[in-house]
């Protein structure tokens, strides 16, 4: 563990497991307290960890409380970002104001990496990345330079599907980042199986995962590694419905002047409207995806 995390707070359990080399897996907290609707978001940030639990590893929710960077948050402290006014969306940049301000923060994918880096957890879960916004190539999310710049693996369903997918891989590969198929030659696209554009290297095991972020390591290059594993087949939406219901959320993001990190949780919810739920239900079956295969990489990891 980093001593130049001076404000933060590592749970017990994690500390044991990073003693003992268990296998860990970070989780946001963005996606609970900003990505769904309460008790869902509450019932997820649970359920997640609990399938990392079932895969033998040890969870990380990672958040912020009252100014402190807490790694392993408990079920009251989840509780209280999951139903609490106020709660700051929490990217890289913000990390010193919430601390100075000993404010309440949900970490997005960029802050939750450099937080488990700093814990030195090396495996971590999420649902899509940010990346680079559909019409405005100058809009790209702080994630994308996180992974050029933090060694973590980052296990994901690609970028959610309401950015422009060529940008982002064209971002990711100017800037070193290596990315993974998992079962899949194809970039995933968030609710659909596949994009079309074509990754780094497929890999179909947990084992080979773990062999390229060795490497990765053993060269000392700095950036973190991309794994794209497709969303269940089951609950994979056709891509022309989300085609359709992306244009008219970005439609009605324009008319309202919705701009900067307003853009993204407004354009999540539209789409769920849009689809009569349905892309909710792929997001929460993706996540829980995500988190079992991340659970197994931390184990052939640790």
Request: glycine share 10%.
């Amino acid at each position: 563990m980093r001593e130049s995390a001076h404000h933060l707070h590592v749970r017990p359990e994690i500390i044991e497991a990073l003693q003992q080399g268990l296998p860990i897996v970070a989780l946001e907290s963005t996606v609970i307290a900003h990505g769904l609707p309460f008790p869902q978001n509450m019932e997820t940030a649970l359920s997640l960890e609990e399938v990392v639990r079932q895969e033998g590893g040890v969870p990380a929710t990672i958040g912020i409380i009252g100014g402190t960077l807490r790694v392993g948050l408990s079920s009251e402290e989840i509780e209280r970002l999951t139903t609490a006014s106020g709660v700051r969306k929490v990217s890289r940049r913000d990390l010193p104001l919430v601390v100075a301000h000993k404010e309440d923060g949900a970490t997005t994918v960029a802050a939750t990496m450099w937080i488990a880096h700093q814990a030195g957890i090396q495996a971590f879960a999420t649902g899509g990345i940010g990346g680079v916004h559909r019409g405005q190539p100058f809009d790209v999310s702080a994630d994308l330079p996180e992974l050029a710049q933090t060694p973590v693996a980052v296990v994901c369903s690609g970028a959610k599907a309401i950015l422009d997918l060529p940008l982002t891989l064209e971002w990711l590969e100017t800037h070193g980042v290596t990315v993974l198929g998992y079962g899949t030659d194809r970039f995933p696209a968030f609710y659909s199986r596949g994009s079309g554009l074509p990754v780094d290297a497929r890999v179909d095991t947990p084992q080979e995962v773990a062999v390229i972020f060795r490497a990765q390591r053993t060269l000392g290059l700095p950036a973190g590694l991309l794994v794209g594993v497709p969303v269940p087949a089951w609950a994979e939406l056709p891509a022309d419905v989300m085609e359709t219901a992306i244009a008219e959320a970005l439609a009605a993001a324009e008319a309202r002047s919705i701009r900067g990190k307003d853009l993204t949780p407004f354009l999540l919810a539209e789409v769920s409207q849009r689809t009569g739920g349905a892309s909710l239900r792929a997001n929460l079956a993706l996540l829980e995806n995500n988190a079992r295969v991340a659970a197994k990489i931390s184990r052939m990891v640790a």
